[in-house]
């Protein structure tokens, strides 16, 4: 019976890759009918199948869903006012030309953490570009600094709604999961971008094979909110949600009005929400009301997707857990499986499905519903495995990726230079992020 079970949700996961990958269909659609595949082939009670769906959806929805509804407006609207340029513009005051590879993955990691990567490449790319010919140096070292902190942020720092999905289905607290993810991040991404601009030197860059031309950029002057009003909407929920986790430290069980306030302001859907007002006042410096209208109109239709797909995977999650898989697998790996082979196993899964589909996303969301009926059964604080997986889903960036052709085109690329700038550099990131979450794992949040 435990082998049959296994065979299923080996089954389970082609059956989605290949609705995916082969029929080219909804991610959203595959995770489903992986789902119900899944429970009927585990011989579970229809009741109990449509009980588990509903269960993960709600559940999901229920916990992430005002955030990730939040987190994607306050990026719109710091995209279409400018305040993504302006906050790029504050990093670059304030450090010289030698440092400008770090200047842009610094502010990778800032813009990525409410911006998707890809919007936020689009508009950061034409001033790496920009940068390049300014400090005479490879466009593959500015546009891939740029990749490094802009994925690094995507794949393991709230809120972007993979590292929320992955927290939430793993029970990782908010707070601890920002925490987490820029502990590892941070050092992660600069190291990244150190082995990177080493490992140039063997990849040979030549501009007339690895560049392609690309329209003229124009210098059009964009008004932009000043850089202490743009970074608001992204400091604002992050600082209220790690207030609110240190006040029962800090007040104890007695926490009093003051306390209780915090705690409400900390909420993540509060705390979200007030960074979308933020927001909202922010994009007020440079947009009238029509074009702040049309940017929550786009952001609430960009959630969307990502909140079925997100949800659907709690559905999965909900169905591995009711069939008892979980019991089974996590029996087997608490007694055979060190707690360091446990975050390989979960990076070794996110990193093999983003290969196989190209979603980073997706691949972040399926690998924790697999591991997440596992978690309570590994001796690990449940906030690294989800840091594995995030960091495993930074590997197997190619040609299959959507960000892959964003880089590369909006970069100026060709498909040779695309797979020295995007894949490498992630591959690399993958790795370097591995390292901080095995040193990391042995001394903190144990």
């Known amino acids: 019976m435990e082998s049959i079970l296994l065979i299923h949700l080996a089954i389970a996961i082609a059956l989605a890759l290949f609705i995916i990958i082969r029929l080219k269909q909804s991610a959203f659609l595959a995770l489903f009918i992986s789902t119900l595949y899944y429970g009927l082939a585990a011989g579970m009670d229809l009741s109990a199948i449509v009980r588990a769906i509903g269960d993960g959806f709600g559940g ?263 069939s008892g898989i979980g019991k089974i697998f996590g029996a087997a790996l608490g007694a055979q499986v060190s707690p360091i082979l446990a975050m390989l196993l979960a990076w070794c899964i996110a990193a093999g499905i983003k290969a196989a589909q190209g979603s980073g996303t997706v691949a972040m969301i399926t690998t924790a519903s697999l591991m997440a009926p596992i978690a309570p059964y590994i001796a690990i604080n449940p906030l690294w495995l989800a840091i594995a997986i995030g960091s495993g889903g930074l590997l197997g960036c190619h040609v299959n990726d959507s960000g892959f052709w964003v880089v590369a085109k909006t970069g100026g690329l060709s498909v040779k230079g695309g797979l020295k700038v995007y894949t490498v550099s992630t591959a690399i990131n993958a790795i370097t992020t591995l390292i901080f979450i095995l040193i990391f794992q042995a001394f903190l949040f144990r």
């Open 60 to 322: 999901t929805m229920r916990g992430i869903g005002l955030v990730i509804g939040f987190g994607v407006l306050i990026g719109q609207l710091l995209a279409d006012c400018g305040g993504v340029t302006s906050i790029v513009n504050g990093f670059l005051r304030v450090v010289s030309k030698r440092r400008i590879p770090e200047a842009l993955t610094a502010t990778g990691l800032v813009v990525s953490t409410p911006v998707f990567f890809d919007v936020g490449f689009v508009i950061l790319a034409p001033i790496a570009r920009r940068l390049a010919r300014l400090t005479e140096s490879p466009l593959a070292i500015t546009l891939g600094a740029l990749v490094i902190g802009l994925g690094t942020a995507h794949m393991l720092i709230p809120p972007t709604p993979g590292p929320l999905a992955v927290a939430d289905a793993l029970k990782v607290p908010l707070a601890l999961m920002i925490v987490g993810g820029a502990l590892v991040g941070i050092p992660g991404a600069f190291l990244a971008l150190l082995v990177y601009r080493l490992a140039l030197k063997y990849l040979r860059w030549a501009p007339e094979m690895d560049e392609e031309p690309i329209t003229i950029e124009r210098e059009v002057e964009v008004k932009m909110p000043p850089f202490r009003l743009a970074i608001i909407p992204i400091a604002l929920p992050i600082l209220l949600i790690c207030l609110a986790s240190i006040v029962p430290i800090v007040l104890g069980k007695e926490v009093g009005m003051a306390g209780k306030i915090l705690l409400f302001l900390g909420a993540r859907d509060i705390a979200m929400f007030l960074g979308a007002m933020a927001a909202m006042g922010v994009a007020t410096t440079t947009m009238d009301r029509m074009a702040i209208a049309k940017s929550v109109g786009d952001a609430i239709s960009s959630a969307g997707i990502i909140l079925l797909i997100t949800a659907v995977g709690g559905s999965f999650g909900s169905v591995l857990g009711a």
